[in-house]
């Protein structure tokens, strides 16, 4: 984000928006795939969406895929019942 975007870098304590986007490159100049960071991968939402940057879908729901799961387990708690054999 160089260039006609370095305005809009917000300032230290400011809040901002940013969305986790596909990286541009996948594989380094030796044919090795790259695994980028979260921070690597991360953008401003309004410079993302003029550059028409496409979101990392698996990103987002990996992330609430788990969360779910995690969610579900905590509240269901094992049943304090045995089994009957009938």
């Known amino acids: 984000m160089q260039g006609k975007y370095d305005s809009r870098i917000p300032i230290s304590d400011g809040c901002f928006s940013y969305i986790v986007a596909h990286s541009e490159t996948t594989f380094d100049l030796h044919g090795r795939k790259l695994k980028p960071t979260k921070g ?9 969406k003029e550059l028409g940057k496409e979101l990392d879908l698996y990103h987002y729901f990996e992330k609430i895929i788990i969360g779910l799961y995690a969610r579900f387990i905590i509240y269901h708690k094992k049943p304090s019942h045995g089994l009957r054999d009938s």
């Open 40 to 48: 690597e991968k991360m953008e401003f939402a309004d410079v993302a």
